[in-house]
């Protein structure tokens, strides 16, 4: 499966964002979904997880109350609502699809494709 993020760009810190994630082939909803983001200088990190059906979801503690993922199946497309973004939110985010059983994994290594990225930078 081939993914392409979007929807990054420039926002100021209380404002709010959605990314999308768009994935090629049939098979989308065979695939458990995340997002993770890499800010600079750190190592990437956990977002969002949602699972093949979208019933099931998980958040890093950072953003669990701001953040929403979840996902169109008919759409092939998996999404990152991003409400009262922060400063310390500013990174890249990639979506990453898992095709391993079970439930949805917060684990980078979990994840089998991912996307090339998109930049989201918070002002303050």
């Known amino acids: 499966v081939q993914l392409q993020a979007s929807g990054g760009g420039l926002v100021q810190a209380g404002g709010s964002l959605r990314l999308s994630c768009a994935a090629s082939?049939?098979?989308?909803?065979?695939?458990?979904m995340g997002w993770f983001r890499q800010a600079p200088g750190k190592e990437r990190e956990f977002v969002a997880t949602?699972?093949?059906?979208?019933?099931?979801?998980g958040y890093a503690d950072s953003v669990k109350g701001r953040f929403t993922i979840s996902r169109d199946n008919a759409k092939n497309t998996v999404y990152l609502q991003m409400n009262n973004i922060k400063p310390e939110d500013t990174a890249v985010y990639y979506c990453?699809?898992?095709?391993?059983?079970?439930?949805?994994?917060?684990?980078?290594?979990?994840?089998?494709?991912w996307g090339q990225g998109t930049q989201v930078t918070v002002s303050s």
């Open positions: 990453a699809a898992s095709n391993r059983y079970g439930p949805p994994s917060s684990l980078l290594g979990s994840y089998d494709y």
């Open positions: 082939g049939r098979t989308f909803s065979t695939y458990a």
């Open positions: 949602i699972s093949r059906s979208g019933g099931t979801t």
